[in-house]
């Protein structure tokens, strides 16, 4: 019996011989060390690796993305707005008045002066031919109502056109929709529209069209220029200041945004958020300072490190100066404040959080 558990430890201690032999444990730990660390070197560079590599698939999914969104819309949409313009062109160069309206000219009354109008074009055509009333002078006008930015037109059958005209600076871009109702008494429906297809047009009219067509047609035009307005801000930056952002990425109607500024001292990182589809200012705003490993500020924390102060500027600082610009300007304006304040607020911000030593 003895014999046997003195056979048992021997095995034990010649599969761990470190449990009685002090030296070959040593030995073991200065093996098992070893690896250990050159594994973890490994392992980060291999991560580093692959997520460059990701990110390069990333950036380049998002630029095929972009490219075939504009090569869908510029192909698809170009046919049906060539064909809508020119028929909005032939409505307002036939047209017997053009009446500008203003406040409370534009209202529910008018609009359903102008179904019924339409609607009788559409009878008067479909009767038999009548002298006494093709001479009546209601038959004969052909008024175009201007409302801001708003063209609207009686057109051919039972439609109505608008045509809505975005602006940004000195650039202009024209939309249309077209609305249809079988009888005055029906509600209307969008027939067709140039509306790019990531703008929400199908929700307003479930929800605003068939209740409120006038109020439908003002937030469509809201919705249109706002986006263009945004669009235009992100392309003015990037003709701006393409060299000092280095990444920039932004959702389709452009109500999410991403940049990064990329300064000798550090990484600015913004990110945008805004609170619908009709905001031109962000309302969620994000802005923060990396400091970068060849910086400065980065040194003089490796030097109190090596001192044995733990510094804290490896967490990046928020800048409050430049979300506040944001949340006020426009986004170029805002990026000019933001670069020509920045030295001076990281100075000021790295200062406060330095350790004293």
Known sequence: MDGDI??????????????????????????????YVMGEVNFMQEEDIRLEATRARFS?????????????????????????????????A??????????????????????????MEADRKAMPVDSNIVSAPHFQERITYKVGSKVICCLEGTRIGIQYETSFADDCELYHCVLESKSFLEKMTVLEHTIPFFLPIREAENDLLSSNAMKFIDYIGELLQAYVD?????????????????????????????????????????????????????????????????SSINAATMNRKENGVLGSHQ???????????????????????????????????FQQRSPTL
């Open 230 to 294: 945004r669009r235009a801000q992100v392309r003015l930056i990037k003709e701006l200041y393409g060299n000092q952002i280095k990444e920039l990425y932004h959702s389709l109607p452009y109500h999410m945004v991403e940049f990064v500024l990329d300064d000798s001292d550090c990484k600015v990182t913004v990110s945008l958020r805004y609170a619908d589809l009709v905001s031109v200012l962000p309302t969620r705003i994000r802005v923060l300072a990396w400091p970068s490993k060849k």
């Open 6 to 35: 003195e056979e048992s430890l021997k095995k034990r201690q010649r599969k761990t011989p470190f449990l009685g032999d002090p030296s070959s444990r040593k030995q073991f730990e200065q093996f098992a060390a070893r690896p």
């Open 60 to 92: 380049n999914v998002l630029k095929r993305h972009g490219e075939l969104t504009e090569r869908l819309s510029r192909d698809s949409d170009k046919m049906i707005f060539d064909r809508l313009q020119k028929e909005f062109e032939a409505a307002r």
């Open 315 to 349: 967490n990046p600082a928020r800048l409050s100066y430049a979300e506040d610009a944001l949340r006020t300007m426009s986004l170029p304006e805002a990026f000019a404040e933001i670069v020509l304040n920045l030295p001076r607020a990281l100075q000021q911000i």
């Open 94 to 119: 036939s047209q017997t008045e053009e009446i500008c309206l203003d406040g409370e000219e534009w209202n529910d009354g008018l609009l359903a002066t102008i179904r019924e109008r339409v609607h």
